[in-house]
């Protein structure tokens, strides 16, 4: 038990286990501080679950960045709970993300404060080249429309005029990502190839050959404009 305790950094009631690659909460953490624990600090972990979170009654803050939380992520019922951060773990547009959010509201109603930087369902431009601020508008939106308790989201205070345009729209602000499909590019053997205004022999790229042909126009360059120059004793 003693080697346990010096894994762990106490100061008062805040708790950080912080660096040591496990996937789940140990133990002995909440036996020994789940009772008076106000904050717990368990990033840089491999966590998946947090299930053993029951034995911190009295939590009002949790920090579990850098771990490997997804969609299915369920958490006790924590009343007191006003600030939760889930940078960089694994929650993304594929599944049902928006579970993930009513059951924050259903488990974590005291919530004010809510990061989710640096996950796919957070579409932020520092982390995310390919999104503009729209796209983190919307995702703002559909969080707020979920969690309209919340004061600040990711590093930004919420406004109230966010409030209320999540509630007027926030339902239908949900980002999704597009499945990626197959492309088929012209030439390929599985499919035809579009259609050509070039000759059948023309149209096959292993047999590409150049036509030749005769024209009827015969040009003698008294209309070209180079000829308004030149006199007819240089011709």
Same mark, same amino acid.
Do not use: W
């Given at each position: 038990m ?23 909460i140990? *133990?002995?953490?909440?036996?020994m501080y789940?009772?008076? @624990? ?13 299930? @053993? ?7 009002e ?10 969609n ?7 009343? *007191?709970l ?13 599944? *049902? ?7 924050? @509201?259903?488990?974590?109603?005291s ?5 989710l930087l ?8 520092l ?5 503009d601020?729209?796209?983190y ?5 559909f969080v707020?429309?979920k ?33 990626v499909? @197959? ?6 053997e599985?499919?035809?190839l579009?259609?050509?205004?070039l000759p ?10 150049g036509?030749?042909?005769k ?9 070209s404009?180079?000829?308004?120059f ?6």
């Amino acid at each position: 038990m003693a080697s346990n305790e010096s894994l762990v950094a106490l100061n008062g009631k805040q708790i950080s286990y912080i660096g040591h690659d496990c996937e789940e909460i140990p *133990n002995f953490l909440g036996e020994m501080y789940g009772q008076f @624990a106000r904050r717990l600090d368990l990033s840089f972990n491999r966590l998946r679950s947090l299930a @053993a979170l029951k034995m911190f009654t009295e939590l009002e803050e949790l920090i579990v960045d850098n771990n490997l939380l997804g969609n299915d992520l369920q958490l006790p019922r924590l009343p *007191n709970l006003h600030t939760l951060t889930l940078n960089k773990n694994q929650i993304s547009f594929e599944g *049902n993300y928006s579970a993930l959010l009513e059951h924050l @509201a259903d488990v974590t109603p005291s919530l004010e404060y809510l990061s989710l930087l640096g996950n796919e369902a957070c579409p932020n431009q520092l982390v995310s080249p390919d999104k503009d601020e729209d796209d983190y508008q919307r995702y703002r939106y559909f969080v707020l429309y979920k969690l309209p308790q919340l004061k600040f989201l990711d590093t930004r205070k919420v406004t109230k005029r966010e409030v209320m345009e999540a509630q007027e729209r926030g339902a239908f602000m949900k980002v999704v990502k597009p499945k990626v499909e @197959a492309v088929s590019y012209a030439g390929s053997e599985s499919q035809p190839l579009p259609y050509s205004p070039l000759p059948r022999g023309a149209r096959d790229p292993r047999n590409h050959k150049g036509v030749f042909a005769k024209c009827r126009y015969i040009y003698y360059g008294k209309h070209s404009e180079g000829n308004r120059f030149i006199r007819n004793d240089q011709l």
